[in-house]
């Protein structure tokens, strides 16, 4: 079970705008932790998507989009594309665990 | 263009103990953070370790009495050694290079079974 979740699955039709929550406590998110989001495409090792404050390494469209508030977080995808059909994953840090990282349990986008 | 590469066994037997290596290609280990990270097979990312280019280390609590991560300048390598191995730990395991809280650059990833 993780740490920080996220739903299990979300779908969108090409064109739409969907979000994936992340969902953490006090212990993580709420303590002012960096949230980052990663994108694994099927059969490939996870790739950053966005790092901490909405930073998009050199690549990323702007199409993808992070936010924060309280102690969660959300990637918010517009205009999807069958290629963004993939696992998305939230990591951060969590103080009660010797400041280890910590990762949601993953959350697979379905474009249909 | 800096790129990992695991290297290591693909099957390993109960009880013993998994040791992996990553090697740095095209950049150098200074200033950044070298990482384990591994996915049970159909399951979702599990944080294991990271090393900091001065020996420094940080583990995941659940996996600290039997990790060691280590970094070696001398090669452009990190290596992961895993102990008391069992199914459980079956899994493909990705090295990362970490900088600043998050992991810019990631392995391929290698498939390591643990059966007897």
């Known amino acids: 079970q993780s740490v920080l979740t996220q739903p299990p699955s979300v779908s969108g039709a090409p064109g739409q705008r969907v979000t994936i929550s992340c969902s953490g406590s006090?212990?993580?998110?709420?303590?002012?932790?960096?949230v980052h989001w990663y994108q694994q495409l099927p059969g490939t090792a996870p790739k950053l998507l966005l790092s901490?404050?909405?930073k998009r390494p050199s690549g990323v469209p702007d199409r993808f989009s992070g936010s924060k508030s309280g102690t969660s977080a959300s990637l918010a995808i517009t205009g999807l594309q069958a290629e963004d059909e993939a696992d998305y994953y939230c990591?951060?840090?969590?103080?009660?665990?010797?400041?280890?990282?910590?990762f949601g349990g993953g959350t697979k986008l379905t474009v249909l | 263009q800096v790129q990992l590469q695991e290297s290591g066994p693909g099957l390993v037997k109960p009880s013993a103990t998994l040791s992996l290596t990553c090697t740095v290609s095209?950049?150098?280990?200074?200033?950044?953070?070298w990482s384990w990270i591994r996915q049970p097979p159909g399951k979702g990312l599990e944080y294991i370790g990271y090393?900091?280019?001065?020996?420094?280390?940080n583990y995941n609590p659940s996996l600290r009495s039997r990790v060691t991560i280590s970094v070696d300048p001398s090669k452009n390598q990190f290596s992961l050694n895993l102990r008391s191995l069992n199914v459980a730990d079956t899994a493909v395991y990705y090295c990362?290079?970490?900088?600043?809280?998050?992991?810019?650059?990631w392995g391929q990833g290698t498939l390591v079974t643990v059966s007897s």
């Open positions: 990362a290079r970490g900088i600043g809280s998050s992991w810019d650059v």
């Open positions: 095209g950049g150098v280990l200074t200033n950044y953070y």
């Open positions: 090393a900091y280019y001065s020996g420094s280390t």
């Open positions: 006090s212990s993580n998110i709420g303590s002012g932790y960096e």
């Open positions: 901490g404050h909405n």
């Open positions: 990591q951060t840090y969590d103080n009660r665990l010797s400041a280890s990282v910590v």
